[in-house]
């Protein structure tokens, strides 16, 4: 048997424990099927003394964790502390530094710093991995980079924080209003403690500028996906939109427009008998879809300590085994810059809003849409106690600046009692 | 740029002229993500006059399609001719003794001689690939060995014949019994030449037996799988199974059971709600049960040629790039030869029957179960016409074995107007 491939983990929090607990739990089985051992030199945390359920008395211990990667007795370096900034990266520069392998389950760090740190990785010959980073326990990358390379893809799609799939389809099952679920979300401990990266959509964009750079072999640029979080999404949302057939995701989308690139993480709505409109609960659900394969459907735990080191163990064994792949599929000099898409693809949009209880005010908002450009499909007014009236409003495709525009015309209206609210209705095939 | 994958393609029916669409249509994409040019030296079927609607004028032509594996311009054999013996294992023979590697979309060809096969490429130090074989377009065999590598697979389930499926759906949603959807599905060309292969579960079985050997590290043994086809599912048993919250599938599923290995593709009764019961018409659904990762889902096109090319190419497209993994996984020689379980793990079983319209029949039905130490959960009588009453059965978990002695003894009760039919409800979390 060859030499073994020697682990240093950096953050011995949920993931890194979980990694742990793999290595030891499945030594041999690992062994076997990575064509060598795997075993653990040395690890990092901030607190040496805190009892992590794991035996860790076999491995070295680095008060910092970057200086894993000076070791003479590491080969591979696991980036397991999470953030953009500090430790993480400095883990991960000193790692790539000193021509050490570097598996990682940071979207944060990857979405904003992903393009430098695959140069650099590139530059030195070394892997960098990131399968973990993305829908968790999903092999969604390796389907991407490696199984789907025969295609162009021309969409990806995804939902991909589950904390925020729990919250509305815990909103729908239960028919308890959005704050009453957050709040339930945040005791059981399910949101981060920066509560805007998940329900903000933040994490999830993350992802999606992940996936698409690895889709469409482009340079991850986070800035440029459009976020909306779930906060503006109410019962009866879910409820008139599960009506007319569909449910409500934060669902993340990517496409390559004749304008540019179109990224956009927001709520949307989706057919209620499609994979994505089936999604319950905390899981997670990738869409790929390309000219040859047609729709690829992914479905698995986007977090946890056990399918988030499933995806960093596969990372692991692939780099033992000797497969040695560009950071994003195709070599990082060969990403390109595109063109932010200022706008996206038309498609009908759901929209809601409160108007005043006048004569013609209704009028006045169809107007508005019309003037626009966007005919109108369905509209309903719903009986009410008070002098608002919710009215809900279904378009035929229309591209967002016109709605926009159509809805700022609303507001010279004088007849809206509240701000609309618009979602888009993502056309997906069956 | 590095030296060219020079390809040599072996059959030019659906998948092989779907893989020449490719390059020829993706070439610069296809190079860029692999590192290299991936071109086609010469290609081999049957008649050489064929219109295919591609244009074959760059490549030399081999009557022979094993001829393909002695040229020097060959580095890779496609095998797209299909086919257990014959040609297409000729062709696979010859790549490996001429030191080619191999990509195939032939499960038949796998399931039977795989060992073999792999034993002899891993020997010779060349790959052997076979994503397409296997649920088409999905890429669940790369999940499996690669992305899933350090998981402990538990079970292993799939819809893997797309025809079967599409019959069962259509049925349930057109109402129609199954002699009809199985003509219609024959005039459309769904089927096989011997339709046996589809409804009678043999394709899929050999996709198993693929799928089985890769997750739990043995050898393929196609004839450990018990078979049982679709001929005897009846429009009722969908209606019954509907009402109770199940859809029927043709569902394979392996297992490592205390008492062995457990491979069946048999109809099946599965939760509505879950991601199989979902699955309607031709697509494919893979399932994955690992002991960290949990569920993971794999849905898309099993068939066609651009779903099969897609497949195929991921595999070459991996050797382009150096990646040389085991044929299943782990290397040949340390696959398990795997005793049979002579039965699979206990479950629940809808059974329906017709006794006669005789005082105390029933009874005598359920002591037969009684007696076998099986016990109801529901019996339902239906309302009939003649002098058969049709009896529908769901028993609690039961061993086959007890459930095959109970359904002996029914026979013997003189009672029975028809041979019961048995399908297990397969157990799948939420
Ligand atoms: N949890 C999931 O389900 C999940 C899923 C997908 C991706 N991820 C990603 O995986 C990464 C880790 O997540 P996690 O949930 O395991 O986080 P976590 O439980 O908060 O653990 C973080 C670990 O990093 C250590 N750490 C923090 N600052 C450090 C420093 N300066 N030097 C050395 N170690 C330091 C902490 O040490 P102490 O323990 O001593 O405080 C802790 O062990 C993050 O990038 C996260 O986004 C997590
Ligand atoms: N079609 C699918 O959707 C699909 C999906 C998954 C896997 N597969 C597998 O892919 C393989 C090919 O399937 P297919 O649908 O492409 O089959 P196909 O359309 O029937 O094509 C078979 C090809 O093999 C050629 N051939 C037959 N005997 C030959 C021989 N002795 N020497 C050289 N060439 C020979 C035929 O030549 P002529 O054209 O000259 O007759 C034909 O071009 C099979 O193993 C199948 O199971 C197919």
Redesign the interface.
Known sequence: MTQPLRLGIAGLGTVGV?VIR?VQR?GE??A????RPISISAVSARNRDKDRGVDLSGYAWEDNAADLAARDDVDLVVELIGGIEGSARETVEAAIAHGKDVVTANKALLAIHGHDLATKAEAAGLALRF?AAVAG???CV??L????????IERVMGVMNGTCNYILTRMESAGLPYETVFAEANDLGYLEADPTLDVGGIDAGHKLALLAAAAF?IRVDFDAVRLEGIERVTIDDITHAADMGFAIKLLGVAQLTGRGLDMRMSPCLVPL?S?LG?L??ATNMVVFE????????????GAGE??T??????D???IA??????VF???AD?LRAETRANTGAPSPYYLRMDILDKPGALAKIAACLGEAGISIDRMRQYDHADTNAPVLIVTHKAGRTELDAAIEAMARTGVLASEPVAFRIEQIG?
Chains 1, 2 share one sequence.
């Open positions: 979980g793999m499945h089985m690992l076997t099927r990575a064509g399968e326990g999903i092999p390796k389907a980079t490696e199984g789907l390379a025969g295609n162009k072999g008998a994979p089936q319950h609960g390309g000219d040859a394969v047609g729709q690829i459907v992914l479905r698995g735990a056990g399918p080191a499933s995806a960093v163990m596969g692991i064994v692939d085994r000797g497969l040695r792949l560009p599929g195709v070599p060969q069956e």
